[in-house]
Nanobody
């Protein structure tokens, strides 16, 4: 069965950096879209970034543009989220997501993804 394992969360001070990793396994077809979402207790899941594996195109939430970078690893089933200039409002549980379909060109929708990681906590202190 398909499994996504995300890692790399932790606690940092504002202005610091973290890199999240996600590795997908247990599937035969290509995961064409991989992304990151985050959730704060009491709020809806928020899209952070996505990368289309074939097109190599990316989509970012406005709140993280120019600070976060999503990239694909050497293996097509691995994706990273480099988070720089972290702010306290970035504190959340971060989830890797993947799907066989291509990414949407413009938006980040949780419903577009069928496979999810277990989540990693990112805490940014002021």
């Amino acid at each position: 069965r398909v499994q996504l394992v995300d890692s790399g969360g932790g606690s940092v001070q504002a202005g610091g950096s973290l890199r999240l990793s996600c590795a997908a396994s247990g599937y035969s077809a290509t995961m064409n879209c991989m992304g990151w979402f985050r959730r704060v207790p009491g709020k809806d899941r928020e899209g952070v970034a996505s990368i289309d594996v074939d097109r190599r195109s990316t989509v970012y939430a406005d709140s993280v543009k120019d600070r976060f970078t999503i990239s694909q690893g050497n293996a097509r089933n691995t994706v990273y989220l480099q988070m720089n200039s972290l702010k306290p409002e970035d504190t959340a549980m971060y989830y890797c997501a993947a799907d066989y379909s291509a990414c949407d060109y413009y938006v980040l929708r949780p419903g577009d993804y069928n496979f999810w990681g277990q989540g990693v906590q990112v805490t940014v202190s002021s």
